[in-house]
Nanobody, 126 residues
Framework: QMYLVESGGGLALPGGSLRLSCAAS????????VGWFRQAPGNQRVFVAA????????HYADSVKGRFAISKDSDRKTVYLQMDSLKPEDTAVYYC???????????????????WGQGTQVTVSS
């Protein structure tokens, strides 16, 4: 079993930055895929970014490319999402999740992720 805990959310000004953390307990991330998703009120949960720990490759939704960066720490127990140049439309609850299957073609599909955190609220507003 794997337990995920997100932190780092909060209120940011447009153009500001936040860094989200996703900590794993019970087991490390190993060589799995760790993804970040977000869900705004009334909307579906959508893909933001992912890192495939088997290869180190990173993947981003077009809406955040060039502004967000996903990374991991050296012991593979924490994955980060650095969010810069934040926009009001980035406001959502952000979730981290783990996909143990590691299939590249489905990296953006929330249905492929087996483990989920409880989420952290990010609000971008002036």
């Amino acid at each position: 079993q794997m337990y995920l805990v997100e932190s780092g959310g909060g209120l940011a000004l447009p153009g500001g930055s936040l860094r989200l953390s996703c900590a794993a307990s019970g087991r490390t991330f190993g060589r799995y895929t760790v993804g970040w998703f977000r869900q705004a009120p009334g909307n579906q949960r959508v893909f933001v970014a992912a890192i495939r720990l088997s290869t180190g490759s990173t993947h981003y939704a077009d809406s955040v490319k060039g502004r967000f960066a996903i990374s991991k720490d050296s012991d593979r127990k924490t994955v980060y999402l650095q969010m810069d140049s934040l926009k009001p439309e980035d406001t959502a609850v952000y979730y981290c999740a783990v996909d143990t299957n590691g299939i590249l073609s489905t990296i953006g599909s929330p249905n492929m992720y087996e483990y989920w955190g409880q989420g952290t609220q990010v609000t971008v507003s002036s």
